[in-house]
């Protein structure tokens, strides 16, 4: 089937056959070896298909006589790229166009029977059935004549689709020839009668072989499905469904018009601009010299395309059908070519050429006249009634209808039995849709149907709902998402209430879960209840007002695969929920919304922050809404649309979203403020940068994190990564026993992969997801590595395989999935170390793997094989380091050092070694005078110089050795300032003695 060799460097070579009706894959990696896994490189030679040439010697045992391959080959990729095979052969004998019989393709409908021969097929198809597909419910009794195809409308009402030249209810009279052709629904009608141009099919033009250009113009109908996918001119081979078929095709599509056409090596494919709706009348030209084709519409530029492959001619064809095909559905047209519906509206003043100097002439022979159509006729229906042939009552909804309905644009008319009623979409409310609102906590209405979507989150392992909302109705859906909509949904998920009770409900596959609270809800409007409900794999919890249940079933599916929008107070057609998603029968929400919260992903209740609505009203009518006022900001509506927000006195800004202490920071740029109480602030630095403003440089070797630090790493050498053999190394020191050390992986949605390591109760843990999530979490049990000392850890990924290594000892080996379902660590080039954004919540994060951030060092980061630590300087994204600080803390420990300084005094002379770097403090009153004396003389310098001068005399000599490092702190009685005092062995000026003098940093 296909031979492939190494070029010049040796015996590699990849052989694919079939040996005893089963497929087999032989690759050899030179000399006598053969082995199913790539061992080398190299430039390998032509690939053959089939067979090989003559003049090329073959390698392999297997291949050595073997038999020429007999049969087809449809699709070749080669590394992920696809290989067209007529365009891209270079060479190749007694190849032939392999079409696989129509019938494997099972084209029959309704239980019709497909019958094929060399020649032809068909479908047999079963009684009240008919058509080439068997897709039109048969006439047992055909009240349509002269050939007429009947179609059932209803059980006992019929239409007759005419052919060309006949009119009438049923094809009885005579017809003339047309000069515009116009479809309405399913049939072809004329709009003037005239002897030019006639529908149908226009034979014969059989010189259009290099060379065609159409001129054409056509007006729409008053129907916004006349623009969507409607065909215009077809000619083409009889579809088959092989993407080889000679066509050219002209149709509309999603507001443009497609020129399209196939030479039997690919499609060619031009697209104009949207059409303009004010221009009523269209102009079309197109055409194609050889592989070249060109489309112009109206005033637009001309834009042209060309066809793949080598061939330039277009085979022979003897129909072109205008409008529709005989007996029209997109199957029987070659791909590339179909569209669902035939053209809606008039075609008139069509014209070709098939010389570029040609002169434009009229189709058909005679000119206009069409070889054959279907149902082209024209009835001017009476006040009341619509239709091809009239049947069809005008509704009050229709634009027919007078007078029209009032509904404004954008919303839907909903026809009554006394009347009609508005749809409105969100943002818009009223008898008519005529009012704008503006949605700041939603309200629904059973009554009016209403609902809102949102797009659908990753809820595929875990699903966590919490919701704020307040019934007026002990009924109605909450949030609905199913893998379906409609009555044959699959998987669903569905928080609704039932007589006054919550009731979760959700299929995963294997039957419906449910859960109800223990108490109802207050219906009359008078509580904001709180729900939090879901479920992790199989096992499912409700919470309402923090009275909890839950379910854990010991067996069952654990997945929930949902491809819906999530909607919320109903769902936009409520036939469409699962017969099992409520007891009863479904109802909307009455009620109103205050927050929604999905995977801790909060939605936007608003017109604008929801994908799509209808009648949602607003619950106060203002523009006051529950989170409109942040941190703890109370609202006032001024006016319509409008509101005020009284901040607490640590907030301020227009939705009291801005820290009051960080107004006027000077916080150094690339730098965040974070409040620190009323008016004080501290700033939060990027890697690389410390002191109290951020303006100091520090050293990035080793990476101190406090619990909420993080570094977000993008690794360049994603690209060159081997995804299957994956490996993190470094060493930490820890000072808390939990904690998240490193993430591998994007940490964006639960089904993104990842390699996880922590801390656990002083236990290193370790976590991978290669897919599915289907290995446990594990843990070394029988160390503890919490405080204080520095440890070395490993961890190694080969395929499903992993190894930890501690402090250079191999503590683990385990095969997390023996199946070897997924083999790779897709982790998107992303690495997390300490923590996560401080947006995030590391438990929501990490599906709970761990509660909080490290609290620690970190140093010596290597990424699999890398010979160097990772320089995050250099390749660090987002670079945050935090010390959080509190004024209370340094009241503490400054009265701890009033304590204990006289007993210390005697050992100020012994070498002093802190690893820990000063947090940098702002204070927003002066400490306590009566801890200020005692802290004159604490003053720990080589040199009495700088502070030293200001304050007191050093009372030691602080003898330090190289590299070692000492902090210590001063505190001014006169401005309630800590000065950070320090310096590191080396640094500066030496004195005699290894004396170092400290400067003020």
């Known amino acids: 089937m296909l031979h492939t060799q190494q070029q010049n460097f040796g015996d590699q070579y990849l052989h694919v056959f079939l040996q005893d009706g089963s497929p087999v894959a032989e690759l050899g990696c030179g000399g006598s070896r053969v082995v199913n896994a790539a061992t080398g490189q190299g430039n390998f030679g032509p690939i053959f298909l089939g067979d090989v040439s003559s003049h090329w010697e073959m390698h392999g045992g297997s291949a050595t006589g073997a038999r020429r391959f007999i049969g087809c080959i449809k699709e070749l990729q080669v590394n992920s790229k696809e290989i067209y095979l007529v365009g891209e052969a270079v060479r190749g004998r007694n190849i032939e166009d392999c079409d696989p019989p129509v019938c494997q393709h099972l084209p029959c409908r309704n239980g019709g029977t497909c019958v094929s021969d060399a020649e032809d097929w068909f479908c047999e198809c079963p009684p009240l059935y008919a058509g080439r597909l068997c897709q039109f419910d048969a006439c047992e009794r055909n009240p349509c004549g002269h050939g007429a195809t009947c179609i059932p409308k209803s059980p006992l009402e019929a239409i007759c689709l005419c052919p060309y030249g006949r009119q009438g209810l049923l094809c009885e009279e005579r017809k003339c020839y047309v000069e515009q052709l116009r479809r309405d629904g399913a049939l072809i009608i004329v709009c003037t009668i005239n002897s030019k141009s006639r529908g149908g099919s226009m034979q014969p033009f059989q010189f259009i072989r290099f060379f065609y250009e159409f001129k054409l113009r056509f007006t729409l109908a008053n129907n916004s499905s006349a623009v969507k996918d409607n065909l215009l001119l077809f000619a083409g081979h009889r579809g088959r469904g092989d993407a080889g078929d000679d066509f050219l095709v002209l149709g509309l599509r999603s507001g443009r018009v497609v020129h399209r056409f196939n030479l039997g090596s690919g499609v060619a494919t031009i697209v104009s601009d949207r059409l303009d709706p004010q221009v009523d009348v269209h102009t079309v030209t197109f055409g194609r010299s050889k592989r070249i084709g060109w489309l112009k519409l109206d005033g637009q530029r001309n834009r042209t395309g060309s066809s793949p492959g080598p061939l330039l001619g277009l085979n022979v064809f003897h129909q072109l059908f205008v409008g529709g095909y005989n007996e029209y559905t997109p199957e029987l047209l070659p791909l590339g070519s179909r569209f669902r519906h035939g053209f809606l509206g008039c075609i008139f003043d069509m014209h070709f050429r098939t010389k570029r ?37 005008v509704s009050v909804c229709d634009v027919e209808h007078s007078p029209p309905p ?54 595929r392992h875990r699903t966590a709902l919490q919701l704020q909302f307040q019934p007026l109705s002990p009924d109605g859906i909450l949030v609905y998402t199913a893998q379906h909509l409609g009555a044959r949904a699959g998987d669903f998920l569905c928080l609704s209430l039932t007589s006054g ?13 449910a859960l109800r609270s223990a108490q109802r809800v207050d219906s009359r409007g008078r509580t904001w209840h709180t729900v939090k409900a879901g479920r992790v794999g199989r096992h499912g919890f409700l919470s309402l007002d923090d009275q909890e249940i839950s379910e854990r079933p010991a067996h069952g599916m654990t997945t929930l695969d949902v491809a819906s929008d999530i909607f919320v107070g109903g769902v936009s057609t409520l036939s469409s929920v699962s017969v099992d998603a409520t007891e009863g029968a479904p109802l909307g929400f009455t009620g109103g919304f205050r927050e929604l919260l999905v995977n801790g992903e909060e939605f936007e209740l608003t017109e604008t922050g929801a994908v799509s609505g209808a009648n949602v009203g607003d619950w106060d009518g203002t523009a006051c809404g529950f989170k409109v006022c942040r941190n703890g900001g109370r609202c006032r509506a001024t006016g319509s649309g409008a509101f005020t927000c009284a901040c607490p006195p640590s907030w301020t800004g227009p939705a009291c979203d801005r820290a009051a202490s960080c107004v006027d920071n000077v916080c150094k740029a690339g730098s965040s403020c974070a409040p620190s109480g009323v008016a004080s602030y501290r700033c939060i630095c990027p890697l690389g940068s410390g002191g109290r403003y951020c303006d100091a440089e520090i050293p990035t070797r080793t990476l101190k994190f406090v619990g909420s630090s993080y570094v977000k790493y993008e690794d360049r050498r994603y690209d060159t990564r081997d995804f299957k053999h994956a490996r993190v190394s470094f060493s930490f020191l820890a000072n808390s026993n939990n904690g998240v050390i490193a993430w591998v992986g994007k940490a964006e949605h639960e089904d993104d992969d990842y390699l996880a390591v922590g801390l656990e109760g002083g236990r290193l843990k370790i976590a991978v997801n290669l897919g599915e999530e289907l290995s446990v979490p594990v843990e070394i049990r029988n160390v503890s590595l919490c405080c204080g000392a520095w440890h070395d850890v490993s961890v190694a990924l080969n395929g499903t395989v992993v190894q930890v290594f501690l402090d250079r000892r191999r503590v683990l080996r385990e095969d997390l999935d023996p199946l070897e379902r997924y083999v790779a660590l897709n982790y998107g080039g992303q690495i997390y170390f300490g923590g996560f954004e401080l947006y995030r919540n590391v438990s929501m994060v990490t599906h709970g793997l761990f509660s909080k951030g490290f609290d620690g060092s970190l140093r010596n980061v290597y990424l699999f094989t890398d010979t160097k630590p990772l320089l995050f300087l250099d390749n660090t994204v987002v670079r945050v380091s935090v010390v959080p600080t509190a004024l209370a803390l340094v009241a503490a420990l400054v009265l701890l050092l009033a304590l204990v300084v006289p007993a210390l005094l005697p050992l100020l ?93």
């Open 501 to 513: 009770f919550v009731q979760l409900r959700y299929d995963l596959g294997d039957g419906v879960h």
């Open 406 to 459: 009032l509904c404004v644009h954008g919303a839907a008319c909903i026809p009554l039995p006394d009347g009609y009623t508005c749809q409105c979409p969100l943002g818009s409310v009223g008898l008519y849709c005529e009012k704008a609102i503006a949605i700041s906590d939603p309200f629904f209405s059973s009554n009016q149907s209403s609902w809102m979507s949102f797009p659908p989150v990753r809820t």
């Open 357 to 393: 100097d040609g002169k434009f002439q009229v189709l058909g022979k005679p000119s206009g006249h069409a070889a054959f159509g279907r149902s082209v006729g024209h009835c001017q229906c009476p006040f009341g009634w619509k239709g091809a042939l009239c049947s069809e009552t």
């Open 909 to 1001: 002379a012994v070498p002093v070694v802190a690893a820990v770097p000063p947090p940098v403090l702002r204070g927003p009153r002066p400490l306590p005078r009566v801890a200020v004396p005692l802290l004159h003389a604490l003053v720990i310098s080589g040199r009495r110089r700088g502070p030293a001068r200001r304050f007191g005399v050093a009372l030691g000599v602080l003898r330090l050795k190289p590299g070692e490092t000492v902090w210590g702190a001063v505190l001014s009685p006169r401005r309630a300032v800590v000065l950070i005092l320090g310096g590191r062995a080396g640094e500066g000026r030496r004195r005699r003695g290894g004396h170092l003098r400290l400067r003020r940093e």
